[in-house]
């Protein structure tokens, strides 16, 4: 059976090859982020995005939400919700600051070190550190046609912050 491609796609000999190399590309960034801090017998429970924020913690003690927000190139409200379910696992503790009771600053507890020395490095530090990596150039262009396709792909959730990384995915356990 013979695709034909839509009237509408490019249809250079090399569109549907290259549609299906970025297709592939995508696919496995997806299925590494989904995979990171799965249970993989280490008994981890976490999801990518709550390792994530776990293993800035770690690395930046006494964090706020708005600090780990630019650390996690996130929208503080998606951090927020993944720091409290962090809390509310006893793996992150919530110590408030000396100048304003509404603002807090959060870092591991015991229960939470002790999980992060069994996990994984989290895939979105080597995601960040690869985009970064590309020239500015590059960078810019995959900016672009990934802001493209994201408002080709989903028009109404252009409005809203996107949660971090499969944390809307996660089972209140």
């Known amino acids: 059976m013979r695709i034909r491609p839509r009237r509408d796609v490019e249809s250079a ?39 994530f924020a776990l293993r800035q913690l770690a690395e930046h003690p006494g964090a706020s939400i708005n600090e780990l ?8 409200s998606s951090v927020s919700v993944v720091v409290q379910r962090l809390v509310a696992r006893g793996l992150v503790a919530r110590l408030p600051t000396g100048v304003d009771r ?25 995601l960040i550190t690869s985009i970064a990596a590309l020239p500015a150039a590059e ?3 995959l900016v672009r ?12 959730a252009a ?3 996107p949660p971090m990384f499969f944390e809307d995915d996660v089972r209140r356990r």
Do not use: E, N, Y
């Not at 927000?69 to 503080?76: G, I, K, R, S, Y």
């Not at 603002?103 to 992060?116: I, M, P, Q, S, Y």
């Not at 396709?149 to 109404?156: D, E, I």
């Open 13 to 51: 000999p090399s569109a549907p090859a290259d549609v299906r190399a970025a297709l592939d590309a995508l696919r496995r960034i997806v299925q590494a982020l989904r995979l990171d801090g799965r249970d993989d017998g280490r008994g981890l429970r976490l999801s990518s995005a709550q390792l």
């Open 139 to 141: 960078r810019r262009a």
């Open 69 to 76: 927000a630019a650390l996690t190139f996130t929208h503080q």
């Open 145 to 156: 046609s990934l802001g493209a396709l994201a408002r080709s792909v989903a028009p109404k």
């Open 102 to 126: 509404r603002r807090h600053r959060f870092c591991l507890t015991a229960a939470g070190r002790r999980l992060l020395r069994r996990a994984p490095p989290a895939v979105q530090d080597r």
């Open 159 to 161: 409005a809203r912050h």
